[in-house]
């Protein structure tokens, strides 16, 4: 533990040592009359000082939390000496917020007593959240002394995201070679009926149209679209955000990604994950739960980090980007840097599809004058911007915080389909 | 407040006995309380001190001229030590902080103790010095240093067994 001392102790030396000496000078016995309960004190307090010999730890009864949770915390004090007056302060990182319990508090211990400390701990925004440290603060009965230090526990709470509930999510357009929940748009074995076409050898008996085959005095045989399962990319950027409050885009973009993952990998796709930002991040496409929590943990280790590196999409591993995968961009669409890689990646074939996270709720318009302006002009700007991502065959929505999810995807949708007539 | 207002009565005591030199005891008492009064207000511990010599200075002023030892001077010691005691408090004291009661007692308790500890030992001091007289000032400050280094060994020797 640190030792110092308090400024009292200065200042009591200093008075006795000044009063015995006038005292003497003046020869007047009342001055060490005033000057004798300072020296007592001091004699005193130095006297019961003795250095704490105290135990600290932080217990998490959870590790992982959804967001809005609760989880109850335990800090364990265990005293071998005794120990006046104690003050600890259980130091909690952004995103978690105290419940319940008091915090600091102030408390006094006897040799061999061991106090729990419980509070209630809210786990208010997604992430990684390391607690603590905590720091004791203890005393000597008078306050001459004081000794610091900090636990050298510091627990993790990992606060996953909550996910929306979404009725029905976006189809890629091209699917993979494994079984899944999506109706191939290639004729092979599967449930779903695409066509009849003559029997050739090697097609099984129960695979044969009689009807058809009775009309027509031949063979017909049934074909059928499989079900296979899809590659979707999740692209979150992270290059910038806007920030109000406790909320960003970037907290929206998470939620959004968790959700999108939770409802794809439920379809038994293969899911992986960009972060594209100051520091990229990737996940090679993967199936299962595993691969879900996978994809959250990746996901709470995402911060928007300063960079003036610029990044294209040719730094991203081939393996991440499999071919014939549908890739959902999360972006506020703030950064060239994740424009120009968002278009890159429509350029070279992929099924992109974009919902810009959008940074407008969380500025205030300026009442007036060039700033008023200006911010009509960026406005004006984000409209073109998202105008070029659908001229080259990209799917944008704005998607505002107070949105539901599932509205933003039935606009993705609605547009892939129109986009899709058109080509046709 | 209860430190300004202890402060307050001690000087008011200064004042009111105060011989010839009466204003500079009430200087000495004001810039005391004023001290004391910015400090706990500037959360400035600095000030503590220099309040209680600015005090204790008034109260010496006040006694020029008078060849009797004074039997109230072991009250106003204890009022000055009172007074930087909860000046102390006051400015160490954080609202955040949620103090237990038992602590508090204790803390009440200690204070109490430590003042009736010093009331006995100014006591005693004063009636040896009244009864005395001849033994001198450096007779009664080696007294205080023996009395104060014992009480000091007993408590260490106390809280080691405890």
Do not use: C
């Not at chain 1, 071919?323 to 429509?346: E, K, Q, T, Y």
């Amino acid at each position: 533990m640190t030792r110092y001392a308090s400024p009292k102790l200065a200042s009591y030396a200093g008075l006795s040592a000044v009063g015995l000496l006038t005292a003497l000078v003046f020869a007047r016995p009342e001055l060490v009359a005033l000057t004798a309960p300072f020296l007592l004190a001091l004699a005193a307090g130095l006297a019961l000082a003795t250095p704490p010999r105290l135990e600290v730890s932080v217990e998490l009864d959870e590790e992982r939390a959804l967001e809005g949770d609760e989880v109850r915390t335990t800090v364990v004090l265990a005293a071998s000496s005794p120990v006046d007056r104690l003050d600890l302060y259980l130091r909690l990182p952004q995103g978690v917020e105290l419940a319940e319990g008091r915090n600091p508090v102030a408390l006094r211990l006897a040799a061999g007593e061991r106090r729990e400390l419980e509070f209630t701990l809210l786990a208010a925004r997604w992430g990684g959240h390391v607690l603590g440290p905590a720091y004791v603060r203890a005393r000597d009965p008078l306050g001459f002394l004081v000794w610091e230090r900090a636990a050298p526990t510091r627990p993790e709470l990992r606060t996953y995201p909550r996910e929306d509930v979404l009725r029905r999510i976006l189809q890629p357009r091209e699917t993979q070679v494994f079984s899944g929940n999506e109706v191939s748009r290639h004729k092979g074995e599967g449930i779903e009926f695409a066509d009849i076409r003559l029997w050739a050898a090697g097609d099984p008996l129960k695979r044969v149209n009689w009807r058809a085959s009775a009309r027509r005095g031949e063979l017909w045989v049934n074909e059928s679209h499989p079900e296979r399962n899809t590659d979707v990319i999740l692209f979150v950027d992270s290059f910038a955000e806007a920030r109000r409050g406790g909320t960003s885009t970037l907290d929206l973009a998470i939620r959004a990604t968790s959700t999108l993952a939770d409802a794809y990998v439920r379809r038994r796709d293969r899911v992986g994950l960009i972060s594209f930002g100051g520091i990229l991040r990737w996940l090679v496409p993967g199936m299962g739960v595993v691969q879900l929590y996978r994809v959250v943990d990746a996901l709470l280790d995402t911060q928007v980090v300063l960079s003036y590196y610029w990044k294209e999409i040719d730094i991203i591993p081939r393996r991440t980007l499999p071919p014939n995968a549908l890739v959902i961009a999360l972006s506020p669409l703030l950064d060239p840097r994740s424009v120009g890689a968002l278009l890159d990646l429509r350029a070279r074939g992929y099924d992109l599809a974009v919902i810009d996270v959008s940074p407008v709720p969380f500025t205030a318009r300026p009442a007036g004058g060039l700033d008023a302006v200006a911010y009509d002009i960026w406005t004006l700007r984000r409209d073109a911007l998202r105008h070029r991502l659908q001229r080259a065959g990209v799917a944008v929505v704005e998607w505002r915080d107070d949105e539901p999810l599932q509205a933003i995807l039935e606009e993705v949708r609605a547009f892939r389909r129109y986009a899709r007539h058109a080509r046709v | 407040m209860l430190a300004l207002a202890v402060l307050a009565g001690a000087d008011a005591y200064s004042v009111a006995s105060a011989g010839r030199l009466a204003p500079v005891s009430a200087v000495g008492s004001v810039v005391g309380l004023a001290l004391l009064a910015g400090g706990i207000a500037l959360r400035w511990p600095t000030t503590i001190p220099w309040a209680v010599l600015a005090s204790g200075g008034g109260y010496l002023a006040g006694r020029e001229g008078r060849a009797l030892v004074d039997g109230w001077a072991a009250v106003v010691g204890v009022a000055l030590l009172l007074a930087s005691e909860l000046a102390t408090w006051s400015i160490e004291h954080d609202a955040r902080i949620r103090t237990e009661p038992a602590l508090l007692a204790r803390r009440i308790a200690t204070l109490a103790g430590l003042a009736g500890v010093a009331m006995l030992v100014n006591f005693l001091l004063l009636g040896t010095a009244a009864v005395s007289a001849s033994a001198g000032v450096l007779l009664a400050a080696v007294g205080v240093a023996a009395a104060v280094g014992a009480v000091a060994v007993v408590l260490r020797l106390a809280r080691s067994s405890s």
